[in-house]
């Protein structure tokens, strides 16, 4: 690719998610009325910066971040020999958005789309979202699931199914034989047109909002007490878990020295670990364990 | 080696560390008048088993755990790999001990030792403790290298410079240029003599109390109120990323499917993740910060 179409393409995937940042942060700044976003605008010596939005202890959302990012550097060896290419200098432009609620009801969700570029031969893109509940709720996974399958299939009957299947394997605790949540889709090293892969991204990026806040509306006003507390802060653990061992976006970051805490925005605000915590046969918390146990289809 | 003196070692190496379990435990329970230890004996279908020992929610711990456990299995290709070793059966037979106090002036500690076999021709020891506070008192940290420093000369006066330093190296936090606490003693592969070794190990494993009792018994009935609480857990979130991140003893633990709940026994009951959170300068938990971010010498 000549270097200035690389270079146009960058600036439009960077602008594109900078847009979709501002969107996504109004609209949940206008659902939580009690506290807004406040944004740290960064930037690294060794190239490129981001635009850190955390939103702390609000009435629905306990904690929220919503982050874009334009990082500029070089793959250590390790890195590049586990990503199967020469050592060389890397680019990279997304969003990352997590989102814990406070009520129990509400399920949490995470959403990351990304455009890496490797030298200046290689670019592709890469995301997903995926959706995490404490109680389940049938009709929110549905919901969910129904919204992200019609974005993948207006660009290809092919990627919903694909990318599922891909976000239940990449979003599974291996130790626990668990899934950490309900699923959503997930890809990585798209090839293809980037016009083509552009818009596709750009349609995944306007299902978030679509994808989750009809599901808060639904859910944001039912009661919750300690016991329900208990066992979203032990599910946290598991969220904790995932990120800090299996996630490669999260572990990426680290190694290539990206700003810790914009990084780890995506870790929850309290996390318990309750030594052997098991909920009560046929409870509503275990039969959430049994659906994370065999992941399953949510769309006909 | 032969194999019957193989045996032979392992069954002593497993009955020392289950005794030096019933020494700690006793001792702990006798501290906290609140709560004792209770014990899950497990077993794994395909070799090995353990006893693991836990308190929750005591007057001074909020807590602990002490395992034992005698571990058989397969070396994975990915695992003996990093190893730099063919894949071949192992055998490990180790206590750990981990103590998460409720007061953020008592600090935490964790302690590990532990006899692995490779097939029938290798094996070794490896361990160490190290010692987390939140707040710290000079003088407990001398007090704790002071004892295992005393262990280590004893034996041979190379090991506790070059354990110290091993122990400050392991126990980084790369990605924040933090050390997770004071450090202690860490080693691991250590050749030689058995008898020598074991003889080493088992005065390593008498220090544990004598290292950390005292530092108990002084500091638990020192007042601390919300703002200590918020900084202890916040510290504690370190305490994971070290833990799911670093730490290759539980990574180990759960790419060779040992006990899950046994392995993260390890966690923190409770961890905070607030966004960039910083002390005051000046405070003493931003003086704490500094010491972490160089670590020091702590014996003359």
Chains 1, 2 share one sequence.
């Not at 199914?161 to 997930?186: M, N, Q, S, T």
């Not at 805490?261 to 870790?267: A, C, K, M």
């Amino acid at each position: 690719m000549h270097a200035q179409t690389s270079q146009a393409n960058r600036l439009r995937a960077t602008e594109f998610f900078e847009e979709l940042q501002d969107i996504v942060c109004a609209k949940l700044d206008e659902l939580d009325a009690n506290e807004h976003f406040r944004e740290d605008a960064w930037s690294h010596g060794d190239g490129g910066g981001g635009r850190t939005r955390i939103l702390h202890d609000g009435a629905i959302f306990e904690k929220a971040g919503v982050n874009t990012s334009v990082v500029t550097g070089e793959l250590s060896e390790a890195l590049a020999r586990r990503m199967n290419v020469p050592a060389q200098p890397f680019h990279a432009t997304g969003i990352s958005l997590v989102i814990h609620p406070l009520s129990q009801k509400v399920p949490a969700v995470r959403a990351n789309f990304r455009y890496p570029e490797l030298g200046n031969n290689d670019a592709w893109f890469g995301g997903g979202s995926d959706l995490t509940p404490w109680y389940l709720f049938d009709e929110d996974a549905r919901h969910f699931h129904s919204v992200w399958k019609l974005a993948c299939d207006r660009h290809d009957p092919e990627y919903y199914p694909k990318f599922k299947k891909w976000c239940d394997e990449y979003f599974f605790l291996k130790h626990r034989g668990e899934a950490r949540g309900v699923g959503g889709i997930f890809f990585d090293y798209l090839p293809g047109d980037f016009e083509i892969l552009f818009s596709f991204v750009r349609a995944c990026g306007h299902s978030i909002l679509e994808s989750y806040v009809p599901i808060v509306e639904r859910r944001r006003h039912l009661p919750w007490g300690d016991q329900e507390r208990r066992w979203q802060l032990s599910r946290r653990g598991r969220h904790v878990e995932l990120n800090l061992i299996y996630d490669r976006g999260t572990l990426f970051g680290l190694e290539t020295r990206g700003r810790v805490e914009s990084i780890l925005v995506s870790l929850p605000p309290v996390a318990h670990w309750d030594y052997d915590f098991k909920p009560d046969p046929g409870s509503p918390e275990d039969r959430l364990l049994q659906v994370l146990r065999s992941p399953r289809g949510w769309t006909s």
